[in-house]
């Protein structure tokens, strides 16, 4: 399915950039 694989790789960037930036993905969790 083209449109699962673009899913992926779209999370796959939004994770990689995360990653990058130390970018904590759960938000609420560093308001604490």
Not at 15 to 30: F, L, N, R
Request: glycine letters at 6%; proline letters at 3%.
């Amino acid at each position: 399915d083209t449109e699962l694989d673009a899913r992926q790789v779209h999370y796959g960037a939004l994770a990689t950039v995360a990653d990058m930036y130390g970018v904590v993905v759960p938000t609420q969790e560093s308001l604490t």
